[in-house]
């Protein structure tokens, strides 16, 4: 069985390689704040509007850039220096030379596992075109 992903550095992967190492969490579309003080950075709970939040994959991956200009490309030099990034992304995970997750679907095989294990956006994000300020969003921040 090819193991590209065990196997196969980052910057030796192909298009197609690449594409399928996404383990399809969502996490990297979410909109995340930065404390201009201290340069913290918080997630929220708010999606970009190209996520399709029932299935956690972007609604027009191919043409994202169209709707979303800033929307980031990815590379294996990023994956190295992106702070953002969940520490469970596929791509941080094999530039650290780790490996990938039991409940990836190179590993597992099945998709929906990464769901049902609560490692995906799935059923807990509100889309952008639905927030007035994403500071009332910011995760794990305990205010009182």
């Given at each position: ?48 509007r ?11 991956y ?46 597992c ?11 995906s ?12 300020e ?11």
């Amino acid at each position: 069985m090819d193991r590209f992903w065990a196997d196969l550095p980052l910057e030796a992967l192909d298009s197609a390689q690449w594409e399928a190492l996404c383990d399809g969490c969502g996490k990297c579309c979410i909109h995340k704040l930065e404390d201009e003080d201290t340069g913290d950075l918080y997630a929220t709970n708010v999606a970009c509007r190209m996520l399709d939040r029932r299935q956690a994959q972007c609604r027009d991956y191919g043409n994202r850039h169209s709707h979303v200009p800033d929307c980031v490309t990815l590379t294996p030099q990023l994956a190295k220096t992106i702070e953002w990034l969940p520490s469970t992304c596929s791509y941080v995970l094999r530039a650290e030379g780790q490996p990938l997750p039991d409940w990836h679907y190179l590993v597992c095989g099945d998709r929906e596992e990464i769901h049902r294990q609560g490692h995906s956006v799935r059923g807990w994000t509100v889309s952008e075109d639905d927030v007035v300020e994403l500071e009332d969003h910011i995760l794990g921040r305990n205010d009182g």
